[in-house]
């Protein structure tokens, strides 16, 4: 019988040379870590194994491990916040869960049950509390991720995996010196296309995103917006969702592509979607999850119906941006230099319910000890 993931067989060991956390303004995203990790082991055989919290360690692979050589890959990201009472918070948690759980099928590695490894992550939160920083903007990263380990070259379903869990305390994705960011719309790669994979968070699809973003930066952008088709579909904005607010008729319409298999279906994109559909109202807007071109959008700008085009995904939660260039051409996005008033709206509705300020649904979980 193949065990199932079990939070409750979950071990603690913990650090003997434990470390302070960096002062706050000292953080930079992704590149210091807490003391400890997440690890739990699968076997085709055994199923999955005891979970265990212990120092943060390397791990020793074989080179011939398959996630070395045919990307059997996949991760998560997520945040824990730190609300005002110091209770430990994670948002909508059980979506990454899902979304981690669907990467892990389509890359023919082992699934398992959500719930249970947000019980683990709840344990390692208030083992390393210490290094969620507290404030506005700050929090702590988390990065699950999930590998092939059995080792060989043969190509085929790898029959052992390893289930992790590293975690890196962050500050706002824009510290004081803001700026909304500049796109290129990239013509000669795409990201994702219909009945691929590009919908699921595998480590493979970042791969080759880093070329064309590089391609953008010398061109002086931040960031590349990526086209599918010769109609140049718009599809998502470097690593985020893409968002846009045009004006139609006397209303206004918020505007986001449909998850047709080319779009990663990001907890922020669906949230920022729920909340506006919630808080605004019909009356004056049009909630849209629908196919929208980058000609389409050149047009509406020149007629001066384009208002706020903005990115969304865990990180920064929303990234305004101010111009596109498109074979070029600008695009320029009246906002300027400041977020748009939807963009703020949607950053403080979705941060409100992160700290634990708001209730919504059940969209914000405290971790508790088991
Ligand atoms: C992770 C990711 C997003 C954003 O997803 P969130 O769940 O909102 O963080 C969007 N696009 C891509 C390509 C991503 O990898």
Redesign the pocket.
Known sequence: MSAPLDASKLTIELTKTPSSPLPKDELVFGKTFTDHMVEVEWSKEEGWGAPKISPRHPLTLDPATVVFHYSFELFE?MKAYLDSKGEVRTFRPNK?MERMNRSAKRAALPEFDGEEFLKIIDQFLLVDKKFIPQGEGYSLYLRPTLIGTSVGLGVSKPDHALLYLIASPVGPYFGPNFKPVSLEATEYAV?AWPKGYGQY?LGA?YVSSIEPQTQAAKKGHNQNLWLFGEEGYIT?VG???VFFVFKNGDKKELVTPPLNGTI?P????DSTLQLARTKLSADEWIISEREITIHQVKEKAANGELLEVFG????AIVSPVNNIEFRDEHIKVPTGDKFGPLTENVLEWIKSIQYGETEFDDWSRVAKKL
């Open positions: 990201g990454n990201r968070k699809n998502e690593a985020m969702n990663l990001g907890v922020t994109r969304t995904g865990t990180a």
